[in-house]
């Protein structure tokens, strides 16, 4: 094979060079340029034939700007290589352009330094996506800022809103009662009908303010975890609604559940307000039948309350968690609308999560996640 036909291994390293992605500068120990790939012209705006043979400095080391570029340079002589700061060079036009840099030494074959090599690569795309990304945090942090306040203010408002709403309530309860007793037999049939509905609709105040009270406890309420048995929680929450299980001859089964960590209290009340949602809507002439049972799924023990009740329909599934929403007329199913929020708040509260769906029963089945308790490295549940 000739000469002029052979490549050697130098001949397709500079074809590499030429071709790579990098800005590449090679200069002499005077800083002389003495290479300059296509890439080294676009980012410089200066052409090879332009830029070999002159000086590299202006550019690769511009006046004014850090001077990590010379500081790499002169490592770089000494036969250290610096790979991957950034700074700032310059154009050919003068305009300066971020840049990722290394500088490596180039060598003689018997290993003395004869100059560098400059890799360059421009950045500016990527402070521009740390620039957006730092206008986006500061934007969050405000819009977290503003909601913390809000949700502060939404808090101070529906405690003091439900407090104060309490002593004229007491002033119109306490009247009514002496209106009843000293009255009551004075009134025709209309203003016996009349009086009942005033003492129906001070009732139902109260229970709607006791129940906002209960919420924005809730919302202000401090969180601290610890490890909680769900069924010493579901057996609480049953002592609690003796009375209501005995009047109407509910029969209640409850399986094996998870130790999941969590807040006694709030999951104490979340329980209780699915155990009497779950007994209140049952159809009329039937015995309420529930069923409490759990499981382990990953990193979460999950909780089924089960009925035998009237079930919810597909749509309606969402809104039964918002405040005050009621999908029965309050003469036939008793309530403020507000026991199923306070059951998401604490699910969200505890980072779990809470769905609906049709119960094998036959009524609605809720089931809730929460984080599961581990001791000694695994998932521990109630074996009782």
Not at 32 to 50: F, I, P
Not at 172 to 191: A, K, N, V
Not at 232 to 240: Q, S
Not at 253 to 276: C, F, I, Y
């Amino acid at each position: 094979m000739s000469a002029t036909t052979t490549t050697t291994a130098a001949d397709l390293l500079a074809q590499a060079a030429q071709v790579a992605a990098d800005a590449i500068v090679g200069e002499d120990v005077d800083g002389v340029v003495m290479a300059w790939n296509d890439a080294a012209s676009r980012l410089y705006g200066l052409a090879a034939r332009d830029a070999v043979g002159s000086s590299a400095e202006p550019l690769l080391r511009p006046d004014g700007e850090s001077s990590a570029p010379a500081a790499a340079r002169a490592r770089a002589l000494t036969g250290t290589r610096v790979d991957a700061f950034d700074s700032w060079h310059a154009r050919a036009d003068g305009s300066r352009v971020p840049v990722s840099t290394s500088v490596a030494p180039l060598r003689r074959p018997d290993g003395s330094v004869c100059g560098t090599a400059t890799s360059a690569i421009d950045i500016s795309g990527r402070l521009r996506l740390d620039a957006d990304l730092q206008d986006a945090r500061r934007a969050l942090e405000q819009q977290n800022a503003v909601l913390v306040r809000s949700n502060r203010d939404l808090e101070q408002f529906a405690y003091v809103a439900s407090h104060d709403l309490s002593e004229p309530l007491r002033v119109i309860t306490g009247f009514i009662t002496q209106i009843e007793r000293r009255y009551g037999g004075s009134f025709d049939e209309r203003g016996e009908r009349y009086l009942r509905h005033i003492v129906e609709g001070a009732a139902r105040m109260r229970a709607l303010i006791d129940d906002l009270l209960e919420y924005s406890r809730f919302l202000r309420a401090d969180h601290t975890r610890t490890e909680v048995p769900l069924r010493e929680v579901v057996d609480a929450a049953l002592g609690r609604l003796s009375a209501a299980v005995q009047d109407t001859g509910a029969e209640v089964e409850v399986g094996e559940l998870p130790v999941v960590l969590g807040d006694r209290a709030q999951l104490q009340s979340m329980v209780q307000n699915l155990l009497s949602n779950a007994l209140k809507f049952t159809a009329p002439g039937e015995v309420p039948r529930l069923r409490v049972s759990g499981d382990v799924a990953g990193a979460s023990g999950v909780l089924h309350v089960d009925d035998a009740g009237i079930g919810i329909e597909p749509e309606f599934r969402d809104r039964v968690f918002r405040m005050f929403q009621r999908l029965h007329v309050r003469e036939d199913y008793s309530g403020t609308g507000i026991g199923l929020a306070v059951v998401q708040q604490v699910v969200e509260l505890h980072d779990g999560s809470i769905t609906v769906e049709d119960s094998p029963l036959g009524g609605a089945r809720f089931r809730v996640a929460l984080p599961l308790a581990t001791t000694g490295g695994g998932p521990r549940g109630d074996d009782r």
